[in-house]
């Protein structure tokens, strides 16, 4: 029987502290993936720009007045990080990764545990639209101008800054030309997804998940845009859409869905002076 000597043993026990290091941290993602962030209603409002706005007006204060959609009331999304709960040197792994991701920590009152969340980002997260709220998602902002607090007011209205929003095949079995009528207030869009076969439940997330607007998180789904390459998307140069990797989807009645719902969406590009836009059916899988 070999035995080591403690010199040897302290030698030893930093290499076994690295490779444990190094599987703890390999078992974390090194992408969040796509999230899915599910569209309610309320996030239009008016807000007052002050004088830290870039598009402040000093010398006429009456047209200082924003009509926005305010992406920060939409639910957070709530992410399971397993090895916070394994032990105390692992849960400092899964601390750091939580912080390197954006992800935040709150405490659950209800379930009396921790959670972790994130926050909606514009620049590169993607609303999802259930298709019962297709309707008033697209006409919320146009209804919204005749409430009381925006009736004969001067109001400005940049646009969401989100650049791309979600749906499933659904709603465009219901809707003529439905795509084209994004632009309208969404004019940053730039992608939409069409997912396919969506999951029965995707719609159903709760809505009393959390006791208060500061807890309520939703379920977690993720995009699956690997599953396919295939699009239809907007060829400025010939004035028309394309399709790429058509062969990829193999269901020629949902390519002509596609086809027949982007009707319309070409002669508001040329309108607005858009040159990007493209419709990607995509897999939603849940996390």
Known sequence: MTHLSHSSSM???PYI????RIRWSDALPDKIGQPLYFYKKGCWSP????????????ENPLLNLNFEFRHKLLDDVEFEVPLFHVNREVRGFALAWVHKKGLTIRFDKKRVCAVFVRAFDPMI?????PLG???EFLREPFDRHFELDLIEKNINCPGPAFTRVAVSEAVLRGEDNSLAEISDWYARVRKV??????QPNLDMQSEDYGEDDDMRLQRRWDIESSALGVKL???????EFKWANREDLGDKGLCKLIEEASNGVGEKLVGYGRRRFEVRPVFTVRK
């Open 193 to 198: 997804f069409i997912i396919v076969d969506a």
């Open 125 to 129: 997260d993607t609303p999802y639209v």
């Open 11 to 13: 030698e030893i026990t």
């Open 47 to 58: 807000r007052l720009l002050t004088e830290s706005d870039p598009d402040y007006d000093f």
């Open 233 to 239: 998307f907007w060829n400025n140069d010939h004035g």
């Open 17 to 20: 502290q690295t490779l444990s």
């Open 133 to 135: 709220k297709w309707d």
